[in-house]
């Protein structure tokens, strides 16, 4: 009785505030919120219930330097009673659970604590790789060509952030200028801020240069085609770091092609081969002394309806195990797809190509753009093709694109 009786006093007092902002107040208002039995309804969105308590900002309930929730109670049976005023970005609201607060309206009420300004719409949808934002390629044109000078990308976060989002909307860039010794590779990254370095079985940062017996296809002289790197790790890498440290052999010239584009047209023109090409588990598989690592996936792989990630690798295909695990008309099927799909691969007008010279970095989306290169001349002596590799994790390049640090606060 106590709490009823509180409560119908705080109740209320809010009333009485209510009726004292007239009608000026309830034309002003942005959202014309309403309560009904499904929930809390602002604009066009519809909060839950006990969403709508979930989201509370107030100070009891909601932590301004972690940005995470101060409890993990249960709201389930929590009902909304009551709507106040509406400021900027946030509505206040009273629920049967006794306890008043305030609900964002805005992305700044969400994550901004009502004041820290968020990043532009077009760079969050570029970090969770959502297909509408990113710009499919089929053709080397100017933009996805554009040489970034090094001395200009870390000369603001500003262009620093702008590099980024270009990367990301087509899964490839070209950075120029960029110091060039065997240490510098540490240097840029640190210097971009883009940290930690992804480790894997070749170390954080590999040389790729010629070797006359190679541990791996990548540190011969042959021609390579278009490729993922490592399509057998679980967690394929995503950010490939690609930094030119010498190259006057004869050849060797470097390609791209953006799988997405290619994914796109099969889906439109073949889309019973897409299918083949987003289900049937290829095998992959990676061995030598000392090394065994093996794994099942699709070629396309889908977040929801957007195309997530590719994984196409010749030369660690598991081609014996693919016929042991699928039956022959299957296979044959596939393989009908597969070679579709390498066809528009192979097609050199599809390609970006270039020598890459000293100095140059291309960050590479290993999940959407494959890799290749020209064959080359290994001698002779005093010459050498030394390229350094590296990765760094989706999330941490996310993080660099979208973060605000205290300065901007």
């Excluded at 009785?1 to 034309?27: F, P």
């Excluded at 919120?33 to 309930?61: D, F, N, P, V």
């Excluded at 240490?183 to 070797?211: A, C, M």
Aim: aromatic share 12%; with cysteine.
């Amino acid at each position: 009785n106590e709490y009823k009786s509180y409560l119908s006093v705080k109740m209320a007092v809010w009333r009485i505030g209510q009726r004292a902002a007239g009608a000026a107040y309830l034309l002003s208002s942005r959202y014309l919120a309403t309560i009904t039995s499904a929930g809390l309804h602002l604009g066009e969105t519809t909060l839950l219930h006990h969403e709508s308590r979930l989201l509370c900002r107030c100070k009891e309930c909601w932590g301004r330097t972690s940005n995470q929730p101060l409890h993990t109670k249960d709201f389930t049976e929590v009902k909304v009673l009551q709507t106040g005023q509406e400021s900027e970005h946030f509505l206040e609201v009273s629920w049967d659970d006794g306890h008043q607060g305030f609900v964002p309206l805005t992305e700044v009420g969400a994550y901004g604590n009502g004041s820290q300004a968020q990043p532009p719409s077009l760079h969050y949808d570029l970090s969770l790789r959502r297909n509408k934002s990113q710009i499919f390629w089929d053709r080397p044109t100017s933009d996805v060509t554009r040489n970034w000078k090094w001395d200009e990308v870390v000369a603001s976060d500003d262009m620093t952030r702008a590099f980024i989002a270009h990367y990301m909307q087509y899964g490839l860039a070209f950075l120029v200028g960029t110091p060039f010794t065997l240490n510098s590779t540490e240097e840029i990254l640190s210097r971009l801020d883009l940290h930690p370095i992804w480790d894997n079985i070749f170390g954080r940062i590999s040389s790729v240069k010629y070797q006359s017996d190679p541990m791996n296809q990548a540190f011969n002289s042959q021609y390579l085609e278009l490729h993922t790197d490592m399509p057998y790790y679980t967690q394929t890498p995503s950010v490939y770091l690609f930094h030119c440290i010498a190259n006057d052999l004869e050849g060797g010239k470097s390609f791209w092609g953006d799988t997405f584009s290619a994914a796109r047209h099969i889906r439109s023109a073949e889309p019973e081969m897409h299918d083949l090409l987003s289900t049937v588990l290829i095998p992959f598989r990676q061995y030598r002394q000392g090394w065994y690592m093996a794994g099942k996936y699709p070629t396309f792989e889908f977040l929801g309806p957007d195309l997530y990630r590719t994984r196409v690798c010749g030369f660690v295909a598991d081609n014996h195990a693919f016929a042991r695990d699928y039956d022959a008309a299957l296979r044959a099927d596939w393989w009908e797809a597969y070679h579709y799909l390498r066809q528009l691969m192979n097609d050199t007008s599809r390609h970006v190509s270039r020598k890459l010279e000293p100095g140059e970095m291309v960050f590479i989306d290993n999940w959407r753009v494959q890799h290749g290169r020209e064959a080359f001349s290994p001698g002779p002596l005093g010459k050498s093709r030394v390229m350094q590799a590296s990765y760094i994790e989706w999330t941490h390049l996310q993080n660099r694109l979208l973060r605000v640090d205290e300065a901007e606060r």
